[in-house]
């Protein structure tokens, strides 16, 4: 089945830097990667997606890129703040049907 | 439209006993899909459905099944709960009309304990 591994398992920067989260998967059928950010005590909720037809995408501070070839996407913040702090988790879904396949979760930290 | 609802939101069970897990999707929403997770694993995908079948299945041993219902509410049930099945799990659903995937929204999760 798919794996999916996330680096690194725990980040912190500054507010301000950026910070970057890596994915690898293993099943090259996969087709869809979205990224979730999970706060304390809360539901997964997604930031960003992307499909596989598609090299990067933007949405305000948050960027994804998709290397298709290498089997690997990363999840890009820009001007970290402080509410950026979370547990952020890459996925991987196969073609068929909706299964996502998580990766172990970066615990983001943003000082001030 | 209201969010995807789950209960109930805590449960403590013990060994042996078996549970049954509730989700309601968002109006409209036809695929369920189910996920444990757990601070050592994270979250690991468990079974989906979709007009009440299901599609993908993770690596779950037997005692981990589900269904869904013709509105497309769906229940999984754990039968001879084991300690290590103490989890968060989630429900999640997308309206997946048959062209690309659409955003899969996760209900707040049944604590469970298992005692």
């Known amino acids: 089945g798919e794996n999916v591994e996330q680096h690194p398992s725990t980040l912190s920067v500054q507010e301000g830097d950026s910070a970057v989260i890596k994915c690898t998967y293993s099943d090259s059928a996969s087709n869809y990667f979205p990224w979730y950010k999970q706060e304390l005590g809360k539901r997964p909720q997604l930031i960003i997606d992307i499909r596989s037809n598609v090299g990067e995408k933007k949405d305000q501070r948050i960027a994804v890129t998709l290397n298709k070839t290498a089997k690997h996407f990363s999840l890009h913040i820009t001007e970290t703040q402080p509410e950026d702090s979370a547990v952020y988790f890459c996925a991987a879904s196969p073609p068929a049907g909706y299964a996502l396949n998580f990766g172990k979760g970066t615990s983001l930290l943003v000082t001030p | 439209k209201a969010g995807v609802t789950q209960t109930p939101r805590y449960l403590i069970k013990t060994r042996g006993q078996q549970v049954t897990l509730s989700c309601s999707p968002i109006s409209g929403h036809r695929s369920v899909s189910w996920y444990q997770q757990t601070p050592g694993q994270g979250l690991q995908f468990l079974f989906e459905y979709f007009s009440e079948t299901q599609r993908n299945k993770g690596n779950f041993p037997g005692r981990f099944s589900g269904r869904q219902f013709s509105n497309s509410r769906s229940e999984m049930n754990v039968s001879t709960l084991e300690l290590g099945d103490s989890a968060l799990y989630l429900c999640?659903?997308?309206?997946?009309?048959?062209?690309?995937?659409?955003?899969?929204?996760f209900g707040p999760g049944t604590r469970l304990l298992v005692l």
């Open positions: 999640a659903s997308s309206s997946l009309a048959g062209g690309p995937k659409e955003t899969q929204y």
